[in-house]
């Protein structure tokens, strides 16, 4: 059994910051260990494709972002809370869309979500212009 819930999603006017936070919880989890997880957060608004946002692999904790976030948004994991977190700023009407994270078991950070094995809900991240 696998949970990831995102939460901390809402809206916010251009330029604006949001946290979202992912909590892990279940078996799989506490089997493997949450630190054993690279993590990934990805979004998708309305009528596109799922596309990738950021990841932070497990061990060493590298991070990966794509190129339109650099600089404005970070990503963090604490393991001991199971959580990764999106810290994201100056936020763009463009980028209105429901943000999800993704468990890789051991993974590298793929910015492919096919890599992932398990997935939040999402939550709902609206920036007004």
């Known amino acids: 059994q696998v949970q990831l819930v995102e939460s901390g999603g809402g809206l916010v006017q251009a330029g604006g910051s949001l946290r979202l936070s992912c909590a892990a919880a279940g078996r799989t989890f506490s089997r493997y260990g949450f630190s054993n997880y690279a993590m990934g957060w990805f979004r998708q608004a309305p009528g596109k494709e799922r596309e990738f946002v950021a990841s932070?692999?497990?061990?060493?904790?590298?991070?990966y972002y794509t190129d339109s976030v650099k600089d404005r948004f970070t990503i963090a994991r604490d393991n001991p809370k199971n959580t990764v977190y999106l810290q994201m700023k100056s936020l763009k009407p463009e980028e209105t869309a429901v943000y999800y994270c993704?468990?890789?078991?051991?993974?590298?950070?793929?910015?492919?979500?096919?890599?992932?094995?398990?997935w939040g809900q999402g939550t709902q991240v609206t920036v007004s212009s």
């Open positions: 993704a468990a890789d078991l051991y993974g590298a950070g793929s910015p492919s979500g096919d890599q992932y094995e398990h």
């Open positions: 932070i692999t497990w061990g060493r904790s590298r991070t």
